[in-house]
């Protein structure tokens, strides 16, 4: 009997926490941000229907817009966004958290070369 208590607690915990998870959101488009890694990187996106593009600000080329590529977001609290994408063709995997409320933003990425594959893990400021 007890055991059986023990079981239905827990799936009652595992059924609240599925729960707590967010769907997919569309709430970006038409969005567009501009932020800098503590790296010095910069970047200028814009979100819309077709998939996230960005300007690499502090790169060779930062008029070039790269994209758009396919995103997924989830407003995790309120003016709290996670993205991901991966970018077709050339094999880099980027997620960001967005942070609205404080202007800050953390992202991660597997960003694929010919010599290396570069892992980033950086914060950054909203402009």
């Not at 055991?3 to 997919?24: G, V």
């Not at 970006?28 to 800098?36: A, E, H, R």
């Not at 503590?38 to 998939?51: A, D, M, P």
Request: overall charge positive; hydrophobic content about 35%; aromatic content about 16%.
């Amino acid at each position: 009997m007890r055991l059986w208590i023990i079981c239905c607690i827990l799936l009652a915990s595992f059924q609240l926490h599925a729960l707590e998870l967010k769907e997919e959101t569309h709430k970006l488009n038409g969005k567009d941000i501009t932020y800098q890694y503590t790296s010095g990187r910069s970047y200028h996106v814009k979100f819309e229907s077709e998939g996230i593009s960005y300007q690499y600000l502090s790169g060779s080329s930062p008029s070039s817009w790269w994209g758009p590529f396919k995103y997924t977001a989830f407003e995790v609290y309120k003016n709290v966004y996670m993205v991901s994408w991966y970018e077709k063709g050339y094999g880099d995997h980027v997620t960001l958290l967005i942070d609205f409320n404080k202007n800050v933003l953390y992202g991660s990425a597997l960003i694929v070369t010919k010599e290396k594959n570069i892992i980033h893990f950086h914060g950054a400021t909203l402009k």
